[in-house]
């Protein structure tokens, strides 16, 4: 298997280059050269994650060094549970794909451990520490930290737009220290994204580091997500003897995207449905066709409040005609107080607490029922609601008891620095400190 540039074909990666590299040379995305493909009958006796995730991303890695390590990788980087939660006082079948059972409680868990697995067995000709530069709309940069938090042979920079994530992402963010710098950016999402692309592309820090990413744009964080999709369709498919729908959260696509890859493997997935938040570039364009990324604008739902989509490409990319790509894929819209509204009625009538991220995809479930929507539908549940306190306790007036994972972090000291959202003040503080 080699990866090759959304941009041109003609650059070409193992999977070891693909994930060391992060973005291609000539700026695009790593996807791979071609798909394998599956029936479900290739995962018979496989149901832990591990196992199944090793079955399904062998063919992703064949030919890489990282082959031989494939099970080892993902023993290390599944090592927290994945349940699929009937949703009981659903009136309709539903389960819930629970996927913040990790350490920092985000579906991000999943891509950062592997990742940071990966890496660690890659060997590198230059002898340099690696410095890993995360872009953050809150939940990545604290999972990216605590998988590579501690390990001797990188560094790691979070940048993330500073006030615009919830207090416990921000603490999160910023309770590492040692190979850990956070720096809170005085700008958007959007903005904290800019930076790492033109980091990428500046000489000088070329010169002066060896850069590596950790965001979705990485192509070790996108194939481990397709994971979760394949033992969650495979669980259903089994006992249901039907495919289940999946809605899907969605700001960057990256967790969509894996779960568009899990289908487009063979994986017994229907339909698939993105819940975005009032950042429409991604519903307006399958209306209407027309790309017109724009700025982000601040929602509930912080995580997902993206307006240039980066793996928009990828998608494109499987799919580059636009009526075969809007057949693929739902899509539809929740505003903050549909979010607000979603969080107080299924606190009440379904008996869950949802973080607002998760609210959305709950949300965009009932208006699929209400449009005579059927099937099974899975909402996937992107992070844990005690991340999002103030939001979720004041709509639902419950208190969200903390995981454990999440009050040892809160209990550390906050070690952070302010930015100016630019590539040079990036760049003074990468090379002067
Ligand atoms: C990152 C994130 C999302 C959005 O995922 P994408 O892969 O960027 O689409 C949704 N919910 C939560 C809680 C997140 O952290």
């Given at each position: ?16 280059e ?16 071609d ?12 149901n ?13 890695a064949?030919?890489?060094?990282l ?10 980087a599944?090592?927290?549970?994945v ?32 990742l ?26 604290g ?75 990485n192509?070790g ?29 969605t ?5 969509a ?34 790309w017109?990324?724009?700025?982000s604008?601040?929602t ?20 580059a ?15 903050d107080?549909?979010?607000r509204?979603?969080?107080r009625?299924?606190?009440?009538e379904?008996n ?49 008891p ?29 090379q002067?400190?």
């Amino acid at each position: 298997m080699h990866y090759i540039s959304t941009r041109d074909s003609s650059h070409q990666a193992s999977l070891s280059e693909a994930i060391a590299r992060g973005i291609a040379p000539d700026g695009g995305l790593y996807v791979p050269g071609d798909f394998p493909h599956f029936n479900t009958r290739d995962f018979d006796g496989l149901n832990e994650l591990p196992d199944i995730a090793e079955r399904l991303l062998a063919p992703f890695a064949e030919g890489d060094p990282l082959a031989s390590q494939l099970g080892d990788i993902c023993r290390e980087a599944f090592n927290f549970p994945v349940p699929l939660v009937t949703l009981d006082q659903a009136p309709a079948p539903a389960s819930v794909l629970e996927l913040f059972h990790g350490p920092t409680c985000a579906f991000k868990d999943f891509g950062a451990r592997f990742l940071a697995a990966s890496l660690g067995r890659i060997p590198r000709a230059d002898k340099r520490k690696l410095t890993i530069l995360v872009a953050t709309s809150g939940d990545t940069g604290g999972a990216v930290a605590a998988a590579f938090h501690k390990k001797p042979w990188v560094d790691v920079v979070v940048l993330y737009p500073k006030g615009l994530v919830s207090e416990r992402q921000a603490q999160q963010l910023a309770c590492w220290g040692d190979n850990v710098r956070t720096f809170a950016v005085n700008g958007t999402f959007d903005e904290c994204q800019r930076m790492v692309k033109e980091a990428f592309l500046d000489a000088s820090l070329k010169e002066s580091h060896q850069l590596s990413s950790a965001n979705s744009i990485n192509v070790g964080r996108l194939l481990p997500q397709m994971t979760y999709y394949a033992k969650s369709s495979l669980e259903l498919w089994r006992q249901l003897g039907r495919r289940p729908n999946y809605i899907i959260p969605t700001g960057n696509l990256g967790n969509a995207m894996a779960c568009v890859w899990a289908r487009h493997v063979g994986l017994p997935i229907g339909e698939i449905v993105l819940a975005t938040n009032a950042n429409q570039t991604v519903t307006d364009f399958l209306r209407s066709g027309e790309w017109q990324p724009r700025a982000s604008i601040a929602t509930l739902a912080s995580a997902m409040d993206v307006g240039n989509p980066s793996n928009m490409e990828r998608l494109r990319s499987l799919h580059a005609d636009f009526e075969e790509l809007q057949g693929q894929l739902g899509a539809s819209s929740v505003d903050d107080i549909e979010i607000r509204g979603t969080l107080r009625r299924d606190s009440h009538e379904l008996n869950r607490i949802w973080c607002p991220h998760t609210a959305t995809a709950a949300k965009v479930y009932r208006r699929m029922l209400s449009r005579g929507a059927r099937g099974h539908w899975v909402i996937v549940s992107t992070a844990h609601p005690a991340k999002f306190n103030d939001i979720v306790e004041s709509q639902t007036g419950q208190e969200v008891p903390v995981p454990q994972a999440l009050a040892t972090l809160l209990s550390l000291p906050r070690q952070e620095q302010e930015l100016e959202a630019s590539l040079s003040a990036l760049r003074t503080q990468l090379q002067t400190t």
